[in-house]
């Protein structure tokens, strides 16, 4: 059975992602990296609410995207979407600093929005939220940070284990005493 990423796990998993890439990020860039390194889909709400308390906490600054950088990230095309909000860790930088490549995640192009389109349910013509169109491909997928982050569970889950352990053995031991 899985076992879920607690909230502050979550956190702390997002926050080495972030200064692990480097650059200036965005919630789908972040989301996108996540789900490659740990072969898992998160959805982009988790992430947010992880880059919110990561604020709250003083460990990311944020700011919108320059026309400059919204120019960089669209390649020449003509930008679609309104300016991107772009994360960065605190402790490295009181600031957000310049965004310097088109794409932070390997295979990973941020285009701006989908078009809206209608999804029928039942009688009724439901709109579906507009979210940031990602191109991924795994090519290019560095393996060090899976390795980092792989560790970083283990050992978290090797704490747990170690906890079981302890208090087994201690039933254990009340259980030959009682029988003895």
């Known amino acids: 059975m899985k076992r879920k990423l607690q909230a502050d796990e979550f956190r702390s998993l997002v926050f080495d992602a972030i200064v692990e890439l480097g650059q ?12 490659y390194e740990l072969n898992l889909e998160f959805n982009q709400a988790r ?9 709250v906490e003083g460990k990311l600054v944020h700011r919108k995207e320059t026309p400059e950088e919204r120019a960089l990230r669209f390649n020449g095309r003509t930008p679609m979407a309104g300016a991107a909000i772009l994360y960065y860790p605190a402790h490295i930088s009181g600031r957000v600093p310049a965004r310097t490549v088109v794409s932070v995640v390997a295979g990973v192009e941020l285009t701006g929005p ?44 090797h ?6 352990n302890t208090s087994l053995r201690a039933q254990l031991a009340e259980i030959r005493k009682l029988t003895s």
């Open 159 to 164: 704490v747990e284990l170690i906890k079981e």
């Open 114 to 157: 989908q078009k809206r389109r209608g999804r029928i349910t039942g009688t009724r013509n439901k709109m579906v939220k507009a979210q940031p169109r990602v191109k991924t491909s795994r090519d290019g997928f560095s393996g060090l940070a899976f390795d980092h982050l792989v560790e970083k569970l283990v050992e978290a889950r």
């Open 24 to 35: 200036p990020v965005t919630v789908a860039e972040v989301q996108a990296h996540v789900g």
């Open 47 to 55: 992430i947010r609410y992880a880059f919110d308390a990561l604020v």
